[in-house]
Structure formats: structure tokens, C-alpha cells
């Protein structure tokens, strides 16, 4: 993988004169005939569904970026616009829009998948934290994209978000009015907002080239887990085309179809309805909420009582997942063989789903209506402020607590040598017998 | 060194996928009711032909919303993003598989020439009232926002181009909302210039005597009752009931709302067949390219 041999033969003179100067088609050729495990599962596929979600957001947002006027006057009926009267336009605003739904439902696969994995782990550190990079323009990305239409949600969310800035000590203020262009959310910050709506997914594309290569240098981890000994190379992996190329194709084929559904059926269910209200700064929703992908996060931020602190929480709950590398004590890189923390790691992806649902909710609202309560603090205890609470303890106990300590205690199962034994009886030197039977059954 | 992969280890992933696909299908279908809030009525459901994947409008329907928005809601609302010659696009209210053009549809023509424009004479530049063409928006009943207000109480009525869209329930809401004028409770404090609607978001609370038990659904509108029996003559013998008007202009702003919906619907009906056609292929493809390899 790392010590993956080139095995690129320019055949043309064209191609021989290229690749002496820029070896950009080798690079290409290289990356096809990678050697890759051949026990990747459908959890793998979500990366080349990203990547497609990447190039569709890009080409219908350039489209977009034609038709779109950036300024507070026009820009609610110019996105209207495009979608009564621009050729196609309904379908490019409404792909656009509820890509960013699935771009986020897929790198949220694909982040637990490397977390139940150990994607993380040496010697991949690098594709992790420059993927979680990645997640962290890709929230910024669409915060700004979501002010674009200067919708009611456009307008209350750029001020809740900014207002956060302003909560930092000292530099706050300034930082705020710098980044609004102003001492209020208007055309000044529509215009930068747009400006860098547009700058950012180049910025991904870019650290997308980074996770690749990292990924080609470190090369795939895989659902046993362990690193592949070099005797075994030829036996354990396939070269990426045409194998994984058709699988990855066939889960970006399913993947297109849930996209469909929303696109052409329910292009507004899981936006809200207060963003087809035109922006008002004199009128407040009554519940101001982020999209849903942010949810979970939304409501770390409103968990903690002071604001600077719940504005640290929330970046620290991102944060964490940098380090992350670092606080898995395990030597054991899949959960598979990992029964204790695969508990927990079921708990976390409920204690996530439940962030996002109290993200949802008023603060204030019972959990169970009607149950008796009492006063703990600053909130009844039967609210969402204390499930809140309850499941931001966990998530960065997680993290900090539960990984590290686990991963030193705990017994892990026996893992097996190579990644072919736990398919096939003499370890898949039995290769060619063994195959009809073993096809049926998917990583 | 073990031989297998522990049974209970692929049985725990897969109640795990389980378990994740059931909450994230709740998460997904509460975010809806979560943003509506409060106790209200389940909405009033109009039996509306363009719901569902398969749904279309019914000309005739559109054709009475349209009549009763022009013949009562223009009075107070506006539809700034709705040009006259969309009422002729395909799917559209007056939509004539002969015309030449959205725009040359005789029947939109004579409905923009029937309003007053105001423009500039091209000639003297002077301001001029002229003839409406498809091509204009429709009018505004008040010359700006603060006009709008100060005619109406302080709350200016909000504009319908995209109000399906704009409230949680859409048609069945707008639906709802019209008929909604149900008789409040004898003791809930209603300030003057305001209405009880069954279906209006609020919380009414605060103007029910201290310690009521039972806080009516629903909350204070500025609007008065708009829709009344017999208000709006139809010619194609539809009841011309209040509850009829609504549900009528309901599915006229529905499609307002999202002209181009039922065409799109249907090109994701095509759109599907096609991509369930090729995930066979694919996933036949697929078998091919891994006969032989153990995995």
C-alpha cells in the first residue's frame, strides 16, 4: 500500500513526455490499481459517496452562483426566481438544498464508520484529522450557505451563530463587527457570507486531495482491523478497479435513489417552513432552529448555562475528535474484537441521535409530560435541559473517559491473523474452491 | 488465533443498524412536529388531488382559487413573485395545450388587461396607469410595506407567493386556517382588532381567567373571517360554500407556492424507474466482477 509499486506503463509518446514532467495520469492509474482489502463492507462506500455529494454541491451551487443576486432587497425572490422561471431551476435549488441534507447524513456514516473501525489509528492518524477538517468546513460551509436564501431561519440563525463570536472575552466584539461587516447582520454580511459560500468548497476539494493522499500513502484500513503483512498482499487485496469501483458504484446508485425521493418528492421536508418567510429583523421566529445536521451541536451550545462556555462546548465537541488518535488507548483497531466498547459506542450513536432530537425542542419543555418534577438548579429536572445535559456528559465522557480507560481494561476477543481466515477455512489459500460458496456472503 | 468471526459480534452490528435507522427515522418524521409546537387541532385534511407522489391539480380547482384569491384575498394580500403568465405554464390554471406561449394565453391576456399598471410613458417619461400584460407581476394592493400595515391595524398582511411552503402543513393549513373562525370561549379576553382562529399558532394562556383548565387550541389572528357562503359566483356549478372557497384557494396557493411541483413529481417518477433499473445492472455487474473472488 504505501510501498504500492507503480506498475503505469505510458504507452503513447504523448503520455511518455507527460509523465517525465507532471506524472498526473500515473497518479490517476495508481490510485485505480491500488491494492485494497478485500473484505471492505458497505460502511466503505460512503467515500465515494461523499465525493460525488462534493461534485454535485459544487456544479448545481456554480449554476446557482449565475442566477443568485446577493443582496438583502433581492435575494429571497431571486432563489424564487430560480425556481419558477430559470430552465431546470427547481430541480438545481432543490438538489442543492437537500444535498447538503445528504452530504452530511453520509459523513456522519462515514465518521462511525472510522470511529467503529479504528480508521483513526496509527498509522492513518492523518486521513482522520484531515477528515475531520473536512467536517469542520463542511459545517461552516453550510451555515453560510443557509443564510443565502434571506429567509426568516437565513437571518435568526446568522445572528445566533455571530452572536457567539461576540461572547468570546475581550477580542468578541470587534471579531463580531469584523465579521458582519457591520454592527448588524445586512447586505455587508449577505456579501461576505456569499463570497465565502463560494470560496470554501474549493477549500474541501482541496483537503479531499490531502485525504486521499494520505489515504494512498497509509493505505485502507478494513473490517478486521489489522494491517495486512506484506506476504499477503497478493492474496488479501484486490486492485481498487474495477472491484471496488462497481461496489462503491452500486452504493452511490442506492444513495442517488434516497436522494431522488427528497429531491423530486419532498424537496422541503427537512428544511423549515420559517425560511420561505422573507428575512425580518424586527419580527423573531418563535423557535429558532439550525438544520438538522447541526442539531446535536445546537444543543451542546445551549446545555451550558454561560454563554462563552456553551460556545467553548460546542467547538470543543468538535475539537475532541482531532485528538481523537490519541485518547483510544486500544491496540485493537476494530470494535469487532472489541465487545465492551462496542457497547458503548451503540450508546454513543443514541446519545448523538438524542443530541439532535433535544436540539429540537425548547429548552424548558417537559421530557415526559405530566411526570412530576422537581427544580434542580437553573431547570426542572423533567426538561430537555437536563436530558441535554445527561447526553453532552456522555458524549464527551466518550471521548475522554471511556475511550481512553476501556481501551487499557478491557479483554479483546482473539483476532485473527489475516483478513481472509475469518471467511474461509486454510485462510483463502483455498481461493478459487471456496469462492462460489463464499460470495454469497458480503464482508 | 480464532478461526471465525464471533456470531454475536455481525448479529450486534446488524441490531445496531436496526436500532440506528429506527431513530433516525423518529428523529427525522418529529422535526416536523417539533416546529408546528404547541396543542393544537390535527389539521383539517381538504382531500386534496395533488398530494402524494402521483398527485396532480385539477384545472378546474385552480381555476375557482384563483377567483377567489383575485375576488377577496388581492384586496388585502400580495403575490409578488406571481407573474400573470404563470397562470398559464403547463400545469398551470389556464393552461391551453393550443396556445403558442404561457405568454399569448387569450385567457391570461384578458385577465393582466383587466388590472392597471403603474409604469412610465416611454415617450415623455411621465408616470402612467396602463393596461396589465402576462408578463407583469400581479398588483400590490398597497403602495409599500408601511402602507400595508397602517391599513390593516399595524400588521401588514403577508404576501401569499409562497405561503404553502412557508407554514408547516401547507394547503391542509391554509385550509384549516379559513375555516378555523370557530366560536371562541365565552371567557377568553379577545383585544380589539383581533379574531380567534382554531388553527392560528399562539398560546393562549394568558387571556383565559387565571387557573382555567382548558386553554382553547389556537391563538389571535388580525384577520378578520375572510370567506362567507354565496361571496364568489363559480360557473361550473362547484358548491360556492365558504368551506369549498377555502379548500379552492388553498390548492391555488399550493401551487403558487411551488408552480413547477407536479412536473417535477413526474419526472421523478422517471427519474426512479431509471435509477432502480440501473442499480440492477450495477449490482449485476457487481456478482460479475467478484465471481471468483473470496471475500
Given at each position: 500500500?504505501?510501498?504500492h509499486?507503480?506498475?503505469?506503463?505510458?504507452?503513447?509518446?504523448v503520455?511518455?513526455w507527460?509523465d517525465?514532467?507532471?506524472p498526473?495520469?500515473?497518479?490517476?492509474?495508481?490510485?485505480?490499481?491500488?491494492?485494497?482489502?478485500?473484505?471492505?463492507n458497505?460502511?466503505?462506500?460512503?467515500?465515494?459517496?461523499l465525493?460525488?455529494?462534493?461534485?454535485?454541491?459544487?456544479?448545481t451551487g456554480?449554476?446557482?452562483?449565475?442566477?443568485y443576486?446577493?443582496?438583502?432587497?433581492l435575494?429571497?425572490?431571486?432563489?424564487?426566481?430560480?425556481?419558477r422561471?430559470?430552465?431546470?431551476?427547481?430541480?438545481i435549488?432543490?438538489?442543492?438544498?437537500?444535498?447538503a441534507?445528504?452530504?452530511?447524513?453520509?459523513v456522519y456514516?462515514?465518521m462511525?464508520r472510522?470511529?467503529?473501525?479504528?480508521?483513526y489509528?496509527?498509522?492513518?492518524?492523518m486521513?482522520?484529522?484531515?477528515g475531520?477538517?473536512?467536517?469542520?468546513?463542511?459545517?461552516?460551509?453550510?451555515?453560510l450557505?443557509?443564510?443565502?436564501p434571506?429567509g426568516?431561519?437565513?437571518?435568526?440563525?446568522?445572528?445566533?451563530?455571530?452572536?457567539l463570536?461576540g461572547?468570546?472575552?475581550?477580542v468578541g466584539e470587534?471579531?463580531?463587527i469584523?465579521?458582519?461587516?457591520g454592527?448588524?447582520?445586512?447586505?455587508?454580511t449577505?456579501?461576505?457570507?456569499?463570497?465565502?459560500?463560494?470560496?470554501?468548497?474549493?477549500?474541501?476539494?482541496?483537503?479531499v486531495?490531502?485525504?486521499?493522499?494520505?489515504?494512498?500513502?497509509?493505505?485502507?484500513?478494513?473490517?478486521?482491523?489489522?494491517?495486512?503483512?506484506?506476504?499477503?498482499?497478493?492474496?488479501?487485496?484486490?486492485?481498487?478497479?474495477?472491484?471496488?469501483?462497481?461496489?462503491?458504484?452500486?452504493?452511490?446508485?442506492?444513495f442517488l435513489?434516497l436522494?431522488?425521493?427528497?429531491?423530486?418528492?419532498?424537496?422541503?421536508?427537512?428544511?423549515?417552513?420559517?425560511?420561505y418567510?422573507?428575512a425580518?429583523?424586527?419580527?423573531?421566529?418563535?423557535h429558532?432552529?439550525p438544520?438538522?445536521?447541526?442539531?446535536?451541536?445546537y444543543?451542546?451550545?445551549r446545555?451550558?448555562?454561560d454563554?462563552?462556555?456553551?460556545?467553548?462546548a460546542?467547538?470543543?465537541?468538535?475539537?475532541v475528535?482531532?485528538?481523537?488518535?490519541?485518547?483510544?488507548t486500544?491496540k485493537?483497531?476494530?470494535?469487532?474484537?472489541?465487545?465492551a466498547?462496542r457497547?458503548?459506542?451503540?450508546?454513543?450513536?443514541?446519545?448523538g441521535?438524542?443530541?439532535?432530537?433535544?436540539?429540537?425542542?425548547?429548552?424548558?419543555?417537559?421530557v415526559v409530560?405530566?411526570?412530576?418534577?422537581f427544580?434542580?438548579?437553573?431547570?426542572?429536572?423533567n426538561?430537555?435541559?437536563?436530558?441535554?445535559?445527561?447526553?453532552?456528559?456522555?458524549?464527551?465522557?466518550?471521548f475522554?473517559?471511556?475511550?481512553?480507560?476501556?481501551?487499557?481494561?478491557?479483554?479483546?476477543l482473539?483476532?485473527?491473523?489475516t483478513?481472509?481466515?475469518?471467511?474461509?477455512?486454510?485462510?483463502?489459500?483455498?481461493?478459487?474452491?471456496?469462492?462460489?460458496?463464499?460470495?454469497?456472503?458480503?464482508? | 488465533?480464532?478461526?471465525?468471526?464471533?456470531?454475536?459480534?455481525?448479529?450486534?452490528?446488524?441490531?445496531?443498524l436496526?436500532?440506528?435507522?429506527?431513530?433516525?427515522?423518529?428523529?427525522?418524521?418529529?422535526?416536523?412536529?417539533?416546529?408546528?409546537?404547541?396543542?393544537?387541532?390535527?389539521?383539517?385534511n381538504?382531500?386534496?388531488?395533488?398530494?402524494?407522489?402521483?398527485?396532480t391539480?385539477?384545472?378546474?380547482?385552480?381555476?375557482?382559487?384563483?377567483?377567489?384569491?383575485?375576488?377577496?384575498?388581492a384586496?388585502?394580500?400580495?403575490?409578488?413573485?406571481?407573474?400573470?403568465?404563470?397562470?398559464?405554464?403547463?400545469g398551470g390554471?389556464?393552461?391551453?395545450?393550443?396556445?403558442?406561449?404561457?405568454?399569448?394565453n387569450r385567457?391570461?391576456?384578458?385577465?393582466?388587461?383587466?388590472?392597471?399598471?403603474a409604469?412610465?410613458?416611454?415617450?415623455?417619461?411621465e408616470p402612467?396607469?396602463?393596461?396589465?400584460?402576462?408578463a407583469?407581476?400581479?398588483?400590490?394592493?398597497?403602495?409599500?410595506?408601511?402602507?400595508?400595515?397602517?391599513?390593516?391595524?399595524?400588521a401588514?398582511?403577508?404576501?401569499?407567493?409562497?405561503?404553502?411552503?412557508a407554514?408547516?402543513?401547507?394547503?391542509?393549513?391554509?385550509?384549516?386556517?379559513?375555516?378555523?373562525?370557530?366560536?371562541?370561549?365565552?371567557?377568553?379576553?379577545?383585544?380589539?382588532?383581533?379574531?380567534?382562529?382554531?388553527?392560528?399558532?399562539?398560546?393562549?394562556?394568558?387571556?383565559?381567567?387565571?387557573?382555567?383548565?382548558?386553554?382553547?387550541?389556537?391563538?389571535?389572528?388580525?384577520?378578520?373571517?375572510?370567506?362567507m357562503?354565496g361571496?364568489?359566483?363559480?360557473?361550473d356549478g362547484?358548491?360556492e360554500?365558504?368551506?369549498?372557497y377555502?379548500?379552492?384557494?388553498?390548492?391555488?396557493?399550493?401551487?403558487?407556492?411551488?408552480p413547477?411541483?407536479?412536473?417535477?413529481?413526474?419526472?421523478?417518477?422517471?427519474?426512479?424507474?431509471?435509477?432502480?433499473?440501473?442499480?440492477?445492472?450495477?449490482?449485476?455487474?457487481?456478482?460479475?466482477?467478484?465471481?471468483?473472488?473470496?471475500?
Amino acid at each position: 500500500m504505501s510501498d504500492h509499486e507503480s506498475t503505469y506503463v505510458p504507452k503513447t509518446g504523448v503520455e511518455k513526455w507527460l509523465d517525465s514532467r507532471l506524472p498526473i495520469v500515473r497518479f490517476g492509474a495508481d490510485y485505480m490499481s491500488l491494492p485494497t482489502p478485500k473484505n471492505l463492507n458497505y460502511w466503505w462506500t460512503f467515500g465515494g459517496i461523499l465525493a460525488l455529494c462534493l461534485a454535485v454541491q459544487i456544479a448545481t451551487g456554480i449554476v446557482l452562483a449565475m442566477h443568485y443576486v446577493p443582496n438583502v432587497e433581492l435575494a429571497f425572490a431571486s432563489v424564487e426566481r430560480i425556481m419558477r422561471d430559470v430552465n431546470g431551476g427547481d430541480l438545481i435549488r432543490y438538489t442543492h438544498a437537500n444535498g447538503a441534507s445528504m452530504f452530511f447524513i453520509a459523513v456522519y456514516l462515514h465518521m462511525l464508520r472510522g470511529l467503529y473501525y479504528g480508521s483513526y489509528k496509527a498509522p492513518r492518524e492523518m486521513i482522520w484529522i484531515v477528515g475531520c477538517l473536512i467536517f469542520f468546513l463542511m459545517i461552516a460551509t453550510a451555515f453560510l450557505g443557509y443564510v443565502l436564501p434571506w429567509g426568516q431561519m437565513s437571518y435568526w440563525g446568522a445572528e445566533v451563530i455571530t452572536n457567539l463570536i461576540g461572547a468570546i472575552p475581550v477580542v468578541g466584539e470587534p471579531v463580531l463587527i469584523w465579521l458582519r461587516g457591520g454592527p448588524a447582520i445586512d447586505n455587508a454580511t449577505l456579501n461576505r457570507f456569499f463570497s465565502l459560500h463560494y470560496l470554501l468548497p474549493f477549500v474541501i476539494a482541496g483537503c479531499v486531495v490531502l485525504h486521499l493522499w494520505a489515504l494512498h500513502h497509509a493505505g485502507q484500513n478494513n473490517p478486521v482491523g489489522i494491517l495486512i503483512p506484506k506476504d499477503r498482499l497478493k492474496k488479501d487485496t484486490v486492485p481498487f478497479h474495477p472491484y471496488f469501483t462497481v461496489k462503491d458504484g452500486f452504493a452511490i446508485v442506492l444513495f442517488l435513489i434516497l436522494f431522488a425521493i427528497f429531491v423530486f418528492f419532498m424537496p422541503n421536508a427537512l428544511g423549515h417552513a420559517d425560511n420561505y418567510i422573507p428575512a425580518n429583523p424586527l419580527v423573531t421566529p418563535a423557535h429558532i432552529v439550525p438544520e438538522w445536521y447541526m442539531l446535536p451541536f445546537y444543543a451542546i451550545l445551549r446545555a451550558i448555562p454561560d454563554k462563552f462556555g456553551g460556545v467553548v462546548a460546542m467547538f470543543a465537541a468538535i475539537g475532541v475528535l482531532f485528538v481523537l488518535p490519541w485518547l483510544d488507548t486500544s491496540k485493537v483497531r476494530s470494535m469487532r474484537y472489541r465487545p465492551a466498547m462496542r457497547t458503548f459506542f451503540v450508546i454513543f450513536v443514541l446519545v448523538g441521535l438524542g443530541l439532535g432530537w433535544c436540539g429540537a425542542q425548547l429548552p424548558d419543555a417537559p421530557v415526559v409530560p405530566g411526570m412530576p418534577s422537581f427544580q434542580l438548579f437553573d431547570g426542572q429536572l423533567n426538561s430537555y435541559l437536563w436530558l441535554t445535559r445527561l447526553f453532552t456528559a456522555y458524549y464527551f465522557a466518550f471521548f475522554l473517559i471511556i475511550m481512553p480507560i476501556v481501551g487499557l481494561k478491557e479483554t479483546p476477543l482473539p483476532i485473527p491473523a489475516t483478513i481472509s481466515e475469518p471467511v474461509l477455512p486454510g485462510g483463502g489459500d483455498a481461493m478459487t474452491a471456496a469462492a462460489p460458496a463464499s460470495a454469497e456472503k458480503k464482508g | 488465533m480464532a478461526t471465525m468471526i464471533p456470531e454475536t459480534s455481525m448479529r450486534s452490528m446488524k441490531k445496531t443498524l436496526v436500532l440506528i435507522a429506527a431513530a433516525a427515522g423518529l428523529a427525522l418524521t418529529a422535526q416536523p412536529a417539533a416546529a408546528a409546537g404547541g396543542h393544537g387541532y390535527a389539521l383539517r385534511n381538504g382531500n386534496f388531488s395533488f398530494e402524494g407522489p402521483f398527485g396532480t391539480f385539477e384545472q378546474g380547482q385552480l381555476q375557482r382559487g384563483y377567483k377567489v384569491y383575485r375576488e377577496v384575498c388581492a384586496a388585502c394580500h400580495s403575490m409578488n413573485l406571481m407573474s400573470f403568465r404563470t397562470l398559464a405554464e403547463p400545469g398551470g390554471p389556464f393552461y391551453d395545450a393550443d396556445q403558442v406561449s404561457a405568454a399569448e394565453n387569450r385567457f391570461v391576456k384578458a385577465l393582466a388587461a383587466e388590472v392597471q399598471i403603474a409604469d412610465i410613458d416611454t415617450e415623455t417619461g411621465e408616470p402612467i396607469m396602463r393596461d396589465g400584460t402576462a408578463a407583469d407581476r400581479f398588483p400590490n394592493p398597497y403602495p409599500n410595506a408601511t402602507a400595508a400595515a397602517a391599513a390593516n391595524g399595524g400588521a401588514a398582511p403577508p404576501d401569499l407567493s409562497v405561503m404553502a411552503k412557508a407554514r408547516a402543513g401547507g394547503a391542509r393549513y391554509i385550509y384549516s386556517l379559513l375555516t378555523g373562525y370557530v366560536a371562541p370561549p365565552a371567557e377568553l379576553q379577545i383585544r380589539p382588532g383581533q379574531y380567534y382562529n382554531a388553527y392560528m399558532a399562539g398560546d393562549l394562556t394568558p387571556f383565559m381567567p387565571e387557573g382555567s383548565e382548558h386553554v382553547p387550541p389556537g391563538g389571535f389572528i388580525a384577520m378578520p373571517n375572510p370567506l362567507m357562503d354565496g361571496q364568489v359566483t363559480y360557473d361550473d356549478g362547484s358548491a360556492e360554500t365558504a368551506d369549498q372557497y377555502a379548500r379552492d384557494v388553498a390548492a391555488f396557493i399550493a401551487w403558487a407556492s411551488d408552480p413547477k411541483q407536479v412536473q417535477r413529481k413526474q419526472s421523478g417518477v422517471g427519474t426512479l424507474i431509471f435509477l432502480l433499473l440501473f442499480a440492477g445492472l450495477t449490482y449485476m455487474s457487481y456478482r460479475r466482477i467478484w465471481k471468483g473472488v473470496a471475500h
